[in-house]
T-cell receptor, first 112, second 113 residues
Framework: KAGVTQTPRYLIKTRGQQVTLSCSPI?????VSWYQQTPGQGLQFLFE???????NKGNFPGRFSGRQFSNSRSEMNVSTLELGDSALYLC???????????FGQGTRLTVV | QQQVKQSPQSLIVQKGGISIINCAYE??????FPWYQQFPGKGPALLIA?????SEKKEGRFTISFNKSAKQFSLHIMDSQPGDSATYFC????????????FGPGTRLSVLP
């Protein structure tokens, strides 16, 4: 059974640009959550989608947004990139509420 | 109140020894407590998880001990191996909050051969 797939694995962007990251969850999983991981702040929840609807949102500015498609694949977008957005962005998939969450390998975003 | 505290920050154990990592929380609405293992360059991998209705759960060499009254839980790694060297995160999730996990800051474990 394939795991959670995130693309691309690495990205280098310039300050002020925007970026889109993609996540394909495990087959049959309908919940996709996004997390930001940095050395200083650790793992922080960005948002969660379930059946194409945003169900929860963390404490991040509106520059961070996401969406989920009918096949459960999800994308997150960061606009007007700042140097502080450099991080490992992780996607986790779950069958539904209260079930185990499985993470992908992440997308390493570097903003220069 | 949403925080999960984790200690120690780093841990060095000899091969064959027991590694113990502790976590504490304040939010009594938390009802699911997983532990994740992360190797450099990889995403976190689910190790083991527990719910508050049990005090202990064991899977292979990994055991979670849970103390609901103290709002503390810990991970024990028995017979620690060099391959266990990784960063370990405890996490917690509250009922009604979807899959919004609150993570501890992590413990870097080094198992010496």
């Amino acid at each position: 059974k394939a795991g959670v797939t995130q693309t691309p694995r690495y990205l280098i962007k310039t300050r002020g640009q925007q970026v889109t990251l993609s996540c394909s969850p495990i087959s049959g999983h309908r919940s996709v959550s996004w997390y930001q991981q940095t050395p200083g702040q650790g793992l922080q929840f960005l948002f969660e989608y379930f059946s194409e609807t945003q169900r929860n949102k963390g404490n991040f500015p509106g520059r961070f947004s996401g969406r989920q498609f009918s096949n459960s694949r999800s994308e997150m977008n960061v606009s007007t990139l700042e140097l502080g957005d450099s991080a490992l962005y992780l996607c986790a998939s779950s069958k539904g509420v209260g079930t185990e969450a499985f993470f992908g390998q992440g997308t390493r975003l570097t903003v220069v | 109140q949403q925080q999960v505290k984790q200690s120690p920050q780093s841990l060095i154990v000899q091969k064959g020894g027991i590694s113990i990592i502790n976590c504490a929380y304040e939010n009594t609405a938390f009802d699911y407590f997983p532990w994740y293992q992360q190797f450099p360059g990889k995403g976190p991998a689910l190790l083991i998880a527990i719910r508050p209705d049990v005090s202990e759960k064991k899977e292979g060499r990994f055991t979670i001990s849970f103390n609901k009254s103290a709002k503390q839980f810990s991970l024990h790694i028995m017979d620690s191996q060099p391959g266990d060297s990784a960063t370990y995160f405890c996490a917690a999730k509250a009922m009604g909050y979807g899959q919004n996990f609150v993570f501890g800051p992590g413990t870097r474990l080094s198992v010496l051969p």
